[in-house]
């Protein structure tokens, strides 16, 4: 009977893969300044980091990472039966098991996640747009989606953490007068 894998051994194997294929926190966190600066006055990019970490530790988003990545790697060597070799070795237009999967992902960080991964996975920016273009050696037909995952997760997590943040600060400081005028 095989044993079962720890968590920590999990995570550090995807954190592997992605600087294995060239992707920083980092990077994915750059995407996420720029989907939330534009709401967040006081974000910085270490706001952006954390909630790209805090990510990257869900078991849903390593598990995807794992599986699409070997599945590119597989596709680079040429291991894949035909037709899915061709399909994914091209990124077929209408093959969308690569985005089914990074969509499976980014569920559990509700509908600002969903509707930031439609708009990451139809602009294609930052890393993405690397890892889309094709340009060099290396195929990315899974890796692209599973960035805009985490990006897209990260920046719903940041978001509702920011407005937790804002409603704390307004509680204080209601309390705060509340003491004062009582």
Known sequence: MKKRIHSREVEAAARALLEERGVTISDIADIVYMMQAPY????????????????????????ALLVGIELDKLAEQN?????????????EGLFGVDETIALGAVFGYGSIAVTTFGHLDKKKVGIIEKLDTKVGDGIHTFLDDLIATIAANASSRLAHRMRDLEEERNDSLQNEEDRQTG
């Open 79 to 91: 291991k894949l039966s035909e037709p899915l070799q061709s399909i994914v070795e091209m990124d």
């Open 40 to 63: 967040v006055d006081e974000l910085g990019m270490d706001d952006c980091i954390d909630s790209v970490e805090a990510v990257l530790e869900k078991r849903e988003i390593q598990h």
